[in-house]
């Protein structure tokens, strides 16, 4: 990992000043006169603001989410479907954590199976986030999964095997239904040491739509906001 930084600190800044200073730091990696992929979440709000100012340079976005489609639509920037688009140069979007390797945990906000397939169909992954983010092995956070209705039981079943505890995601005393109409599975206790081995396991059991874990899709670049200005970190 290489890292860089703005020359000039900051002053204490509020972790939403910190999200603000990475969105619209993010800019810089959008190419004029494409579409760019659209993450989800609170730090990606900010992206979505700042692109905002730069509408009439971008083609649209490909978006990973209802919500950031809402977003994107309410501030006049154009959607389009992903399956209209061969490739994206970058795709900028948050994590709920991130390691030395840029690898990622993400999902924190529901939309992760979008969230993977626009990262797939692009060049380069920008992750943005604020310095808590950054960990050394992943399994702090909650790692969310998405999961069809009718395997959660087994799925937590086989999550307790490996130490880990599943909790289905509830919202308004029901389970948390996606913007795929699936549940969402989030998992405490694992230490995720070998990202890659973990994701390609994890995938393949039967009833996962899609694991958090940001492996094979992980970033290249990640705009950390830090209290001494936005770091660079290369992987
Ligand atoms: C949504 C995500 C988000 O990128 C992740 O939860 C980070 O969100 P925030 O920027 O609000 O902290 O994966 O599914």
């Known amino acids: 990992m290489t890292t860089s930084q703005t020359p000039a600190a900051v002053p204490t800044l509020t972790q939403d000043e910190l999200k603000t200073l990475v969105g619209q730091a993010a800019l810089k990696y959008v190419v004029h006169g494409e579409i760019v992929g659209v993450g989800t979440g609170s730090t990606v709000n900010k992206f979505i603001d700042a692109l905002a100012t730069i509408k009439d340079q971008i083609k649209g976005a490909v978006s990973s989410s209802v919500a950031s489609t809402d977003r ?4 006049g920037i154009p959607v389009f479907d992903s399956n209209s688009v061969e490739k994206l140069a970058v795709y900028i979007d948050g994590a709920d954590e991130i390691d030395g390797q840029g690898h ?20 380069k992954f920008v992750c943005i986030a604020d310095e808590s983010k950054l960990v050394q092995t992943l399994g702090k956070f909650p790692l969310p999964v ?13 999550f307790a095997a ?14 948390l239904v996606t ?14 040491a070998d990202p890659r081995a973990f994701e390609a396991e994890v ?5 996962v739509v899609t694991v958090g874990v940001f492996a094979f899709q ?16 290369e992987f």
């Open 72 to 75: 994107l639509q309410a501030l």
């Open 218 to 233: 992980k970033a290249q670049v990640c705009l950390l906001g830090t209290a001494q200005g936005v770091k660079t970190l």
């Open 162 to 175: 490996k130490g880990g505890v599943g909790k289905v995601r509830m919202k308004d005393g029901a389970p």
């Open 203 to 207: 995938s393949q059991w039967p009833g």
């Open 179 to 192: 913007d795929n109409g699936q549940h969402i599975v989030d998992v405490t206790g694992l230490q995720i």
């Open 104 to 123: 990622m945990v993400k999902g924190g906000g529901a939309a992760l199976t979008r969230e993977k397939i626009v990262a797939a169909q692009s060049t």
């Open 146 to 158: 998405e999961v069809i209705p009718m395997a959660t039981q087994r799925v937590m079943a086989q």
